[in-house]
Antibody
C-alpha cells in the first residue's frame, strides 16, 4: 500500500522560503498513473489545494498562490517537493502531500506537517 | 474564483440519517468527491465521482450530485462517523474544497 511522508522544517521566518519534501513508498512516483499534490490546512480551518505535479515535471498551481509556489519532482528518490516563497504568518498551516488519481481524486494522504511562520 | 459552500454543522442521532450538502455553481456538471477528517488526522476519501465508494468505506456512505448541489448521505450513522466532512471538485484545472461540515453524533 502506498504511503506518503512529509518532511521539512517546522519553523520558518517571515519573508523566507518554506520547503517541504514528500517521500513516497509502496509505489513508484514515475508510474504515470498519478499526479502528486500539496494541500494545506490553516489551524482550525478548511483545506486549500496548492498544486500538483506529474512525474514528467508538468505542474498546475492554485492561481491564488501561483506567484509564490514551486513544486518539483525527483524520480530517483521517489520524492516531490514544495517551495513557498516570501512567507508570512498567514502561511502557518499543516501541509499535506497526497496522491491524485485520474487528475482529480486525492486517494492517499500523508500525515501532514505543521509549519509555523514566526520570527 | 469557484466556491463550494457547506453548512457549518449537522447533528444526527445514532442510527439516523445525516445529509450534508455542498453548493456550487453548476456543480452537477463536475465530479464531486467527499473527504472525512477526524481530529488530528489526515483526510480520508469516502466518496469520489459523485457516488463511488473506495474500497473499505462502509456502504452507509453514499453520494449524489445534480444541478448545483452535491450531497453526502450517511445512513445508520455511528458514533465513529463524527468528523469534519469536505466536498471537493475541480474548476478549470484548479482544485476547490468546500467550507467543511462538522457532523456531531448526539
Amino acid at each position: 500500500q502506498v504511503q506518503l511522508q512529509e518532511s521539512g522544517p517546522g519553523l520558518v521566518k517571515p519573508s523566507q522560503t518554506l520547503s517541504l519534501t514528500c517521500t513516497v513508498s509502496g509505489g513508484s512516483i514515475s508510474s504515470g498513473t498519478y499526479y502528486w499534490s500539496w494541500i494545506r490546512q490553516h489551524p482550525g480551518k478548511g483545506l486549500e489545494w496548492i498544486g500538483y505535479i506529474y512525474y514528467s515535471g508538468s505542474t498546475y498551481y492554485n492561481p491564488s498562490l501561483k506567484s509564490r509556489v514551486t513544486i518539483s519532482v525527483d524520480t530517483s528518490k521517489n520524492q516531490f517537493s514544495l517551495k513557498l516563497s516570501s512567507v508570512t504568518a498567514a502561511d502557518t498551516a499543516v501541509y499535506y502531500c497526497a496522491r491524485v488519481l485520474d487528475r482529480r481524486i486525492f486517494d492517499y494522504w500523508g500525515q501532514g506537517a505543521l509549519v509555523t511562520v514566526s520570527s | 474564483s469557484y466556491e463550494l459552500t457547506q453548512p457549518p454543522s449537522v447533528s444526527v442521532s445514532p442510527g439516523q440519517t445525516a445529509s450534508i450538502t455542498c453548493f456550487g455553481d453548476k456543480l452537477g456538471d463536475k465530479y464531486a468527491s467527499w473527504y472525512q477528517q477526524k481530529p488530528g488526522q489526515s483526510p480520508v476519501l469516502v466518496i469520489y465521482q459523485d457516488f463511488q465508494r473506495p474500497s473499505g468505506i462502509p456502504e452507509r456512505f453514499s453520494g449524489s450530485n445534480s444541478g448545483n448541489t452535491a450531497t453526502l448521505t450517511i445512513s445508520g450513522t455511528q458514533a465513529m462517523d463524527e468528523a469534519d466532512y469536505y466536498c471537493q471538485a475541480w474548476d478549470s484545472s484548479t482544485g476547490v474544497f468546500g467550507t467543511g461540515t462538522k457532523v456531531t453524533v448526539l
